[in-house]
């Protein structure tokens, strides 16, 4: 074996904590495979000789290029294009319980780490989600502990906004069928009843719709139906909550994002469209 394929195989072993960083930095997979294929080549070029600790230096160059990415987006994701965070979709081959899905955050979630300055949004998904302390987090953004604290706690204040889903799957899919059939079957009322008061439903289908109540919701999802836009729907976890695929000839047409909170669905997000759905490489 070569240094460098020693090198190689001893990446493989943090590959999958590095995804899982870039994925909440970015909210994009495309991009967080980047990052991470980025810090391969840092570390391919730079070698190991004086790194004590691979994974922290990995970590470490993998939040930088994250933090460069964020800094020159020219504006947040939703204020430039109305785009959601790439959602993770895994189509559904056996019992949900037994299905894992590593990079799994809620889509609320990563709406509002979107709307966070990136050295919030770095502090906070660093410190909070993986546990990194201030002092490590202060040398990536050059800053201060102190100051890194504050940064983190200004990005906790917006996050505790976010919705809160229930953790059962059985529950989350059981209410995602009752709507998609009130839906098929047309009934109204039936749909208000699964649906949160202040439901919000943002569609990534190149329109950048955004609905809030539940009788909007409601009056948007029976159009949908009517128009047989939605396909056959087979059911999915989309960024490890209960979801849907619409497929249509074996190839899928929508996916849909359910956040259910206390038996009601809280936020729909919908994303359609040939050349967004082929970013998501749905598996």
């Not at 990052?35 to 730079?46: K, M, N, Y």
Request: net charge negative.
């Amino acid at each position: 074996m070569t240094e460098q394929d020693w090198l190689a195989e001893r990446f493989e072993e943090h590959r999958g904590h590095l995804r899982a960083v870039a994925y909440r930095m970015l909210g994009s997979m495309t991009e967080a495979e980047d990052a991470v294929q980025e810090a391969w080549l840092r570390l391919s070029r730079a070698g190991d000789e004086g790194v004590e600790n691979l994974g922290g230096w990995l970590t470490t160059v993998t939040s930088r290029v994250c933090l460069d990415l964020l800094r020159s987006r020219k504006s947040r994701r939703e204020e430039l294009t109305g785009e959601l965070p790439d959602p993770v979709v895994e189509l559904l081959d056996g019992p949900e319980q037994q299905a894992v899905l590593a990079n799994s955050v809620g889509l609320a979630l990563l709406v509002v780490l979107d709307t966070l300055d990136p050295a919030e949004r770095l502090a906070f998904v660093l410190h909070d989600m993986f546990g990194l302390p201030f002092d490590e987090i202060a040398g990536i953004l050059d800053r201060s502990p102190a100051a890194t604290r504050q940064l983190a706690s200004r990005a906790r204040r917006r996050v505790r906004g976010a919705p809160e889903p229930d953790a059962d799957l059985t529950r989350q899919r059981e209410v995602v069928n009752a709507f998609l059939a009130a839906a098929r079957n047309g009934d109204f009322d039936a749909l208000v009843s699964v649906l949160h008061p202040d439901v919000a439903l943002r569609a990534d289908d190149g329109t950048g719709r955004r609905v809030r109540g539940a009788a909007q919701v409601a009056g948007q999802a029976l159009l949908f139906s009517r128009a047989g836009a939605g396909g056959a729907p087979v059911p999915a976890l989309v960024n490890g909550a209960a979801g849907v695929v619409g497929m249509h000839d074996g190839k899928p047409v929508v996916v849909m994002g359910f956040t259910v909170t206390n038996g009601l669905i809280t936020e729909i997000d919908v994303f359609a469209g040939a050349e967004r759905l082929g970013r998501l490489g749905i598996c």
